[in-house]
Nanobody, 123 residues
Framework: QIQLVESGGGLVQAGGSLRVACTASTRRFTTLSMGWFRQPPGKEREFVAAISKSADFTKTADSVKGRFTISRDNAKNMVSLQMNSLKHEDTAIYYC????????????????WGQGTQVTVSS
């Protein structure tokens, strides 16, 4: 079973930056594509970004394109999300997830999920 643990959430002012990270406890991290999703207060979970197993391909939601960057360090079993120019509407619980697909932005394609980390952007 793959365990994912997010870290790095917190409170930041609008316009600021924050980096969230996710560490995976698995020997097959290099076989997994990884994704970030978020769930704003009172809303459904939505796709944010995804990265292929060798980081040769990424996908980013239109709402965060140009502001958020996903990356991974396979030597550390870690995937990160750098968030710049944060807006109040980026406030959400951020989840990382793992998939056996080459890359995906669909929740059902992800079989392992972290517990989430809260990101709050004050306006």
């Amino acid at each position: 079973q793959i365990q994912l643990v997010e870290s790095g959430g917190g409170l930041v002012q609008a316009g600021g930056s924050l980096r969230v990270a996710c560490t995976a406890s698995t020997r097959r991290f290099t076989t997994l594509s990884m994704g970030w999703f978020r769930q704003p207060p009172g809303k459904e979970r939505e796709f944010v970004a995804a990265i292929s197993k060798s980081a040769d391909f990424t996908k980013t939601a239109d709402s965060v394109k140009g502001r958020f960057t996903i990356s991974r360090d396979n030597a550390k079993n870690m995937v990160s999300l750098q968030m710049n120019s944060l807006k109040h509407e980026d406030t959400a619980i951020y989840y990382c997830a793992a998939s056996d697909r080459y890359i995906s932005q669909q929740s059902p394609d992800f079989h392992s999920w972290g517990q989430g980390t809260q990101v709050t952007v004050s306006s």
